[in-house]
T-cell receptor
Framework: DAGITQSPRHKVTETGTPVTLRCHQT?????MYWYRQDPGHGLRLIHY???????DKGEVSDGYSVSRSKTEDFLLTLESATSSQTSVYFC???????????FGSGTRLTVV | GQNIDQPTEMTATEGAIVQINCTYQ??????LFWYQQHAGEAPTFLSY????GLEEKGRFSSFLSRSKGYSYLLLKELQMKDSASYLC?????????????FGGGTRVLVKP
């Protein structure tokens, strides 16, 4: 019954390769977010979306791009993965009133 | 920008009470959230405060003082399953996208 799913759950990739992570929601929420979580840094915002084709940068956006071609999907792309992008990536969704934010189960990405 | 501080780690005994403090600095406060995150899992919503005062939900309570830039999460009658990280997050109405900024999280260890 999860309203938000992330895929893949785990991925190992080589330095320099492109990687795309997918976030899919069934809640029809307007806002979607990509965060990364690293020890000692908590959750840091990478990019967010406030509607179809409307996206903006977060605090750690370098090396990442996003796309949102329909309400339910928000894609995060690492154009050329680096070891510093090894992390756990969480997608989140929220309604317009912003009183509820729901997180996906996360994607553990390892860049070797 | 925003600055959110919370202790890194706390230890408490089963059945006891623990209070996790969070201080923040923001130019346009619009809500403070507390999330619980067990190791290897997604953050889950605990509480939301936008007005001063105490919000109680069963064993968990959250307090907010906007004038002091201060919140705390109170966990009563601690259980072993409460061992987790607790994340404080703030929303700024001046920031587009309803996005949350997180503190580094407080890891709580409950001992028998």
């Amino acid at each position: 019954d999860a309203g938000i799913t992330q895929s893949p759950r785990h991925k190992v990739t080589e330095t320099g390769t492109p990687v795309t992570l997918r976030c899919h929601q069934t809640e029809n929420h307007r806002y979607m977010y990509w965060y990364r979580q690293d020890p000692g840094h908590g959750l840091r915002l990478i990019h967010y979306s406030y509607g179809v084709k409307d996206t903006d940068k977060g605090e750690v956006s370098d090396g990442y791009s996003v796309s949102r071609s329909k309400t339910e999907d928000f894609l995060l792309t690492l154009e050329s993965a680096t070891s510093s992008q090894t992390s756990v990536y969480f997608c989140a969704i929220s309604e317009s009133d912003g009183e509820s934010y729901t997180f996906g189960s996360g994607t553990r990405l390892t860049v070797v | 920008g925003q600055n959110i501080d919370q202790p890194t780690e706390m230890t408490a005994t089963e059945g006891a009470i623990v209070q996790i403090n969070c201080t923040y600095q923001t130019s346009g406060f619009n809500g403070l959230f507390w999330y619980q995150q067990h190791a290897g899992e997604a953050p889950t919503f605990l509480s939301y405060n936008v007005l001063d005062g105490l919000e109680e939900k069963g064993r968990f309570s959250s307090f907010l003082s906007r004038s002091k830039g201060y919140s705390y999460l109170l966990l009563k009658e601690l259980q072993m399953k409460d061992s987790a990280s607790y994340l404080c997050a703030v929303r700024d109405f001046k920031a587009a996208g309803n996005k949350l900024t997180f503190g580094g999280g407080t890891r709580v260890l409950v001992k028998p």
